[in-house]
């Protein structure tokens, strides 16, 4: 069945310094992926619609040029989050779209969680 | 093997009927389950948590965990129209994992 992969899972890192996270379709081409940030007890929060070979549409309140996204290829989307900060620490969770026609399917990456120092 | 399974759908019942979403997951470690529910072009709210075997009821939501035989289900009361959405299993052990959701249909 179609999967789709994250990396890394888990994050340490000290203030300041910027984390990429990758998303990978691995057996299907998505040409939409989105991201979303879920803090402790809390609903998923979708930050970005990632459109391969466009900008990515960001939602109220995510900075852009904090958290870039590049969706370069049918089958990869990345998160940059560039300068964190403490309060970006979060679990960061990545999903994409089938589009072969099966439907509007959203297959999800495992997750990333990010710890800021 | 998916960690997380569910039944794609489009599951359709009629309003006021009870609608009943199922969710199987392989990781035994597993220690909390959730149910989301996402509108088109949104994102998943979640809706239901449980973390211990048995029954879990909030209003017309039922969330039935069994980890010996590793279901979760949702159990949609006197459904409503405004249930129509794509409802996702989500189960957390050492990482979080969804499935890919299930289509329900509440036909007026």
């Known amino acids: 069945g179609a999967v789709v992969s994250q990396h890394p899972s888990r994050v340490i890192c000290k203030s300041g310094t910027s984390v990429k996270i990758e998303c990978r379709s691995l057996d299907f081409q998505a040409t939409t992926m989105f991201w979303y940030r879920q803090f402790p007890k809390q609903s998923l929060m979708l930050m970005a619609t990632s459109n391969e070979g466009s900008k990515a549409t960001y939602e109220q309140g995510v900075e852009k040029d904090k958290f870039l996204i590049n969706h370069a290829s049918l089958t990869l989307s990345t998160l940059t989050v560039t300068s964190a900060h403490p309060e970006d620490s979060s679990f960061y969770i990545c999903?994409?779209?089938?589009?072969?026609?099966?439907?509007?399917?959203?297959?999800f990456g495992a997750g990333t969680r990010l710890s800021v120092l | 093997q998916k960690e997380v399974e569910q039944n794609s759908g489009p599951l359709s019942v009629p309003e006021g009927a009870i609608a009943s979403l199922n969710c199987t997951y392989s990781?035994?470690?597993?220690?909390?389950f959730f149910w989301y529910r996402q509108y088109s072009g949104k994102s998943p709210e979640l809706i239901m948590s449980i973390y211990s075997n048995g029954d879990k009821e909030d209003g017309r939501f039922t969330a039935q965990l069994n980890k010996a035989s590793q279901y979760v289900s949702l159990l949609i009361r006197d459904s409503q129209p405004s249930d129509s959405a794509t409802y996702l299993c989500?189960?957390?052990?050492?990482?979080?994992?969804f499935g890919t959701g299930t289509s329900l249909t509440v036909i007026p």
């Open positions: 990781d035994r470690v597993s220690q909390s």
């Open positions: 989500a189960v957390k052990g050492n990482q979080f994992y």
């Open positions: 999903s994409a779209r089938d589009s072969d026609g099966r439907g509007p399917i959203q297959y």
